[in-house]
């Protein structure tokens, strides 16, 4: 019958054990009686040399070789006899130069000749050797007997049993083979030990299940679309796929090293380190925006899988831009429905001289607005954003306006990320000041104003108290040229931003937008001036909410503006609200070297940039 070798990674672990642990006891046992024979076989031999050189240091012995003859009853034999029994050894047996026995256990072998060869003795020299003789297989020494003067006179011949020896040998095989077995059962309870414990680890697969297992992940991980992280117990990073390193930017030496080290700081390195808790969490790398999930393991570390939103974000901007311009051309054509009206009246009246004056200042107030506008800033995609986001404005009852010291030429490197920083300050601002007008009762601007995410028209602000009225909400746009830097100014009337939240508007998912999922950071904070909650007291929500799905707007403005060596930072308006301001440092060609893209006083003097940069720490 056949034997089959064990398919699971556990049972071939534990035969595979088993069989080194028998085979290493087997060959130490083996190694141990090999040379327990031999020491056993040279002590016997050792015992026969020391006795033998005792009987010969007898003086008397070798005198009655001289004068007696052999004899069973003589004193030779007599002396050996007594020898023998005393130190219990198979024979002691006394010769003379010619190999002539003077005594032997057996008496009727006295008077013969030995029968092995005592030449080497009787030379003089002293012998050990294992040998058969009369009385069959001993391990016996032979020494020179020395009469009177050191003359030899004959040998002395002692032997110890051979089978004392094998039985010496015998009785330690038990012991031996005993302490051997309780070895081998220690080292068989290890190995099931580590098997049992290699089953639970491997779930039970076979070898070829795990390098199909591995194969399969590989191809799994590197070809599926979405970005895999995994992380072990202690944050660093233990995988990750080629997705995954495209999105946040990670080196091929980030596998091993803290998720803290290879990230900068942010809500991105929270969310993979697990600092942010929740499902489907936005976060912001570079300029991708990125859906997070991420699953604790029984290890203690996780697993993030991370899907690019960009261009679905992108695409929901759009959107929400086309509702805006839809919105403004459903309010203009009730607005020149109107119009239309007003003029039809203005005829059916006979007055037809006001009519047509009627229908150029309307005609010429729309086109002195683009023109403005146009004249100011000269990118084509800048100004028709303006434009649109003017009639938006108009239908949610928001004036924008452009500011006076507005000029930048058409020089601009990349207009896509000025229209995306400008176009997200316009809407915020938008929002807040709608926001905040529709808070008040009967739509009035309220003297005291909302506190942060009070209200139906949260924005991603919080508030700040101020009194006085508002009669004209408005937001006003800046577009500055420094030299080679933008500088993009968005000043509002809403409710301004607290000066304890202006670092943090700026995070990813920060809103007070009213949405339906939300979530919080796994610590609340406590109260302020508190270390410590008294026991059954839970720590209030933080009134900064996380939105998904809102909350990217001025994320996407930081990351934009810190991406060209500037920053974006929120200061408060006199007279209430708040002014968003961008600088992009390189964000313009070089000037023409006839001409100069800076507009005298209205720049504030050369280093205008600069200066922003340095009071981006300042407090107003």
């Not at 803290?260 to 390195?269: A, H, I, K, Q």
């Not at 529709?438 to 949260?458: H, I, K, L, M, S």
């Not at 009194?467 to 830097?485: K, N, S, Y």
């Not at 961008?582 to 600069?610: I, K, N, R």
Request: contains cysteine.
């Amino acid at each position: 019958m056949r034997v089959r070798w064990p398919r699971r990674v556990f049972a071939q672990v534990l035969a595979a054990q088993l069989a080194l642990t028998t085979g290493v006891m087997t060959l130490a046992t083996c190694l141990f009686l090999a040379p327990l024979g031999s020491e056993l076989d040279d002590e016997a031999m050792h015992r026969a040399l020391a006795i033998a050189q005792t009987t010969a240091a007898d003086p008397d012995i070798a005198r009655e070789v001289l004068t007696t003859a052999p004899s069973a009853r003589g004193p030779v034999q007599t002396e050996a006899e007594h020898i023998r029994r005393a130190t219990d050894a198979l024979y002691v047996v006394v010769m003379d130069t010619r190999g002539v026995r003077w005594s032997h256990t057996n008496t009727a072998e006295i008077g013969r000749h030995v029968s092995t060869d005592p030449s080497v003795a009787l030379s003089g020299r002293e012998i050990r050797q294992i040998d058969d003789g009369t009385l069959g297989r001993s391990a016996r020494a032979k020494v020179p007997l020395l009469g009177p003067g050191g003359k030899i006179v004959g040998a002395v011949s002692v032997g110890i049993a051979y089978a004392s020896v094998r039985e010496r040998l015998l009785d330690a095989v038990p012991a031996l083979l005993l302490c051997a077995g309780a070895a081998l059962a220690v080292g068989a309870l290890a190995a099931y030990a580590v098997s049992r414990r290699l089953r639970r680890r491997t779930h039970g697969v076979a070898f070829a299940d795990i390098s199909a297992l591995l194969d399969e992940r590989e191809a799994m991980l590197h070809g599926v679309r979405e970005g895999v992280v995994a992380c072990d117990r202690f944050g660093r990073i233990r995988l990750a796929n080629d997705e995954a390193a495209r999105l946040l930017g990670l080196g091929a030496d980030a596998t091993g090293r803290p998720l803290d080290e290879v990230l900068p700081p942010g809500r991105t390195t929270d969310v993979l380190a697990g600092r942010v808790t929740g499902t489907d969490l936005l976060t912001v790398s570079g300029r991708r925006v990125l859906v997070a999930n991420r699953m604790p393991t029984r290890d203690g570390g996780a697993v993030v899988t991370l899907r690019d939103r960009t261009e679905l974000e992108q695409l929901g901007r759009e959107l929400d831009s086309t509702q805006g311009l839809l919105d403004a051309l459903r309010a203009q054509d009730h607005e020149h429905a109107n119009r239309l009206h007003t003029v039809l009246g203005l005829l059916e009246l006979g007055r037809h001289e006001k009519a047509a004056a009627f229908v150029a200042e309307i005609a010429d107030t729309h086109r002195s607005s683009a023109e403005q506008i146009a004249e100011r800033v000269h990118d084509p995609l800048l100004s028709a954003l303006l434009v649109g986001k003017a009639a938006v404005a108009a239908e949610r009852g928001v004036s924008l306006r452009v500011s006076a010291a507005t000029l930048l030429h058409d020089r601009v490197v990349d207009p896509r990320d000025l229209v995306t920083v400008l176009g997200n300050l316009i809407d915020n601002a938008l929002d807040a000041v709608a926001g905040h007008r529709d808070a008040a009762p009967g739509g009035a601007v309220p003297g005291e104003r909302a506190g942060p995410g009070e209200g139906p028209g949260g924005t991603e602000r919080g508030g700040t108290e101020h009194t006085g009225p508002r009669a004209d909400p408005f937001v006003e746009v800046e577009l500055r040229a420094e030299h080679t830097t933008a500088v993009l100014r968005v000043a509002d009337t809403g409710p301004g931003v607290p000066p304890a939240l202006r670092d943090r508007i700026f995070a990813e998912g920060w809103s007070t937008k009213h949405a339906k999922h939300t979530e919080h950071p796994a610590h609340p904070p406590l109260p302020a001036g508190r270390e410590h909650l008294t026991p059954g007291e839970t720590a209030a929500p933080d009134p900064v909410a996380f939105h998904r799905g809102r909350g990217l707007g001025l994320a996407l403005v930081r990351r934009l503006a810190e991406r060209y060596g500037g920053m974006a930072r929120v200061t408060a308006r006199a007279g209430g609200g708040a002014v968003f301001t961008v600088v992009l440092p390189e964000a313009l060609t070089p000037a023409p070297a006839e001409g100069d893209d800076t507009v005298g006083d209205d720049t504030a003097g050369d280093g205008f940039a600069e200066r922003q940069l340095m009071a981006a720490g300042e407090p107003q």
